[in-house]
């Protein structure tokens, strides 16, 4: 059953050093080729199909990114040279990339958008890779393989790996740090290794460089042992690392001066919005109790999370009743790669403010402890030494067990992922019918027409699926938080981009209305709204159901969407399929999102 299992005398062996002892015919489970299209192959699926599921996607990234390359886009408070708290080297190479899309044929901002994506997607398999390599390399090629079947096959990397996201960027840059930290052949590599998870933190989201300190910590407890050279060399390697890191920060400073025209340290910015704010903070957009993570995850994850809480008791079960001999330093090591997971998961739970997005740093530790556990467990149950429980159970049996756990967890998976899809993926596919795909003109209105969202105005998915000059708006809903202003199209200074330092107004930090957000419906061309059959009778005054006013509108395209309120949480968790047996309680509900276009006298 277990390739890799322990000698008969011994019934656990410590994962970082059972590769060295077995013959294989090279250093990997596959081939680092076949490993980077496995990687790829779920991002690109990713890519096409993940929904976008956090409204600051789209607010705070992509609008951001449409504006620097078509001139116009939805602005938020972030972006505001009153606060700074964005990036926009960023956000700038995200747009690059998307430019980069309309020198090649048959070009769209639709497709620029997906361009972006896959360029993404690419980023995340190469990271993955090199991580998968070292795994294999340091640990064992069992845990290796481990750690791409949790990465390809979980629903929670699945909308990781290709979202236009701060989080997900530090994830990328998170793993070649560990990779750098991880891999001692050649030499101690820390500079490397500070300078990737600076780069996470400077370009990405600040509070992931903080997953270094468990390998800092490791070289700091190690040179204390070793003499007076080795302590020298450990304080050349972590100066040239942050020397890099300044590096990164300095280009990072000039290309802000450029947009907000004023020196702004983005990074520094949001780490004191989100600890030191005297206005409320991320706490303003809501709190979650403790165990949001703890559920998110095990949806996200499901067995690969469980396996990567147990890895660090089962570690040390191993040690206690092994009698391998494994020294110190081999013992520390382990502990060390298993140290951020638990870490990340710990500082964040403390935190009231809770999102999913939160979490996407850590999902290369998660499914690299996954590994470790289920590497320890198949060695502990592999054991064929008769003396022993797990001894006396047929190897056909074990392997059986195992097996179906597996396959079980790649079902629900598979359920998680194509629920979300066929549940949410609407907003993403109703704007079609708004383009001439030979043309890229609009098949219906003008170009400068308005497309306006009342309620479902967090579900727009960007600027990029709208013909070029259509403008989204807003009309008043019933909520009363604020909603995002738009870029000056002002051509001020050198003409390049003048709504990224122009005053602002309307925009706050607190999270407070601003009535001058909002348009009148009158002026709408088209709009997007969500119909709930089950709700019709309940719609407050300022959330009409527009799709059932023919008189004033005609529906350009439905798709069907989830009915979450109405829907039994265990249909809104996995997908559950429409057929006579499936008792009418456990039934998905569904709504109609539309695009409607008003009618002409």
């Given at each position: ?61 992509w609008e951001p990114a449409h504006y620097l390359s078509h ?284 999102e999913e997005r939160f979490m996407y740093p850590v999902y ?238």
């Open positions: 059953m277990a390739p890799n299992s322990p000698p008969r005398q011994r019934q656990f062996e410590h994962p970082a050093s059972s590769h060295a002892k077995k013959k294989r015919k090279g250093p990997y489970p596959i081939e680092l080729t076949t490993a980077f299209y496995i990687f790829f192959a779920a991002g690109v699926a990713a890519a096409v199909f993940a929904p976008i599921q956090d409204c600051d996607e789209t607010f705070n990234y001139g116009y886009g939805l602005q938020t408070w972030e972006y505001s040279p009153d606060y700074a708290i964005r990036s926009w080297l960023y956000v700038g190479l995200h747009s690059l990339v998307g430019s980069i899309r309309r020198l090649l044929p048959q070009s769209s901002k639709v497709s620029e958008f997906y361009f972006i994506r896959y360029g993404l997607a690419f980023l995340c398999a190469l990271c993955q890779t090199v991580l998968f390599k070292v795994i294999s390399l340091t640990l064992n090629g069992r845990i290796g393989m481990f750690f791409l079947i949790a990465n390809v096959t979980s629903p929670g990397n699945f909308h990781a790996s290709a979202s236009f996201l701060p989080s997900s960027f530090a994830m990328y840059m998170c793993m070649l740090g560990a990779a750098s930290f991880m891999n001692w052949r050649g030499g101690i590599k820390t500079a490397h290794g500070i300078f990737w998870f600076a780069v996470a933190g400077i370009l990405g989201w600040p509070f992931a460089s903080a997953l270094c300190a468990p390998f800092l910590l490791e070289e700091l407890v190690l040179v204390s042992f070793s003499d007076k050279d080795a302590f020298i060399e450990a304080i050349i390697r972590c100066f040239q690392g942050v020397i890099a890191g300044l590096i990164v920060l300095f280009f990072d400073i000039l290309v802000n001066l450029f947009f907000y025209k004023k020196i702004a340290v983005v990074s520094w910015n949001i780490v004191k919005y989100n600890i030191f704010s005297s206005t409320g903070g991320p706490d303003l957009y809501g709190t979650e109790p403790w165990t949001f993570y703890f559920k998110n995850l095990t949806l996200n994850f499901n067995v690969w999370f469980i396996l990567a809480l147990l890895a660090l008791p089962l570690f040390l079960m191993q040690k206690l009743i092994s009698s391998s001999g494994q020294g110190f330093q081999s013992g520390l090591r382990t502990v060390v790669f298993i140290a951020p997971f638990y870490m990340w998961l710990a500082i964040f739970t403390a935190q009231p403010h809770k290369s530790f998660l499914t690299l402890n996954a590994g470790i556990a289920l590497h320890i467990i198949l060695a502990a149950i592999g054991s064929t030494n008769p003396s022993t429980l797990a001894g006396k159970i047929p190897a056909r049996l074990k392997f059986l067990a195992v097996s179906a756990v597996m396959l079980l967890a790649l079902d629900v998976s598979l359920a998680r992922l194509y629920g979300t899809y066929s549940a949410y993926s609407a907003p993403l596919r109703i704007y079609s019918r708004l383009w001439n795909p030979i043309q890229d003109q609009p098949l219906v209105g003008m170009e400068e027409d308005l497309i306006c969202f009342g309620k479902e105005w967090y579900r727009f998915p960007s600027s990029y699926f709208l013909p070029r000059n259509m403008h989204a708006k807003f009309v008043r809903s019933e909520f009363r938080g604020l909603v995002p202003g738009e870029f000056s199209e002002a051509k001020i200074g050198f003409g390049f981009w003048s709504g990224t330092w122009l005053p602002t107004s309307g925009l706050n930090d607190r999270n407070e209305e601003d009535p001058g957000k909002y348009v009148d419906v009158k002026a709408c061309s088209f709009l997007v709204d969500t119909q709930y059959p089950q709700r019709t009778d309940t719609l407050p005054p300022s959330e009409p159901d527009y799709i059932s006013d023919e008189d004033t509108w005609e529906v350009v395209d439905c798709k069907w969407f989830l009915d979450a309120a109405n829907t039994h949480i265990l249909a809104r968790t996995l997908w559950v399929p429409q057929l006579e047996i499936i008792p009418e309680k456990f039934r998905r509900k569904w709504g109609r999102h539309c695009l409607l276009q008003r009618k002409r006298v």
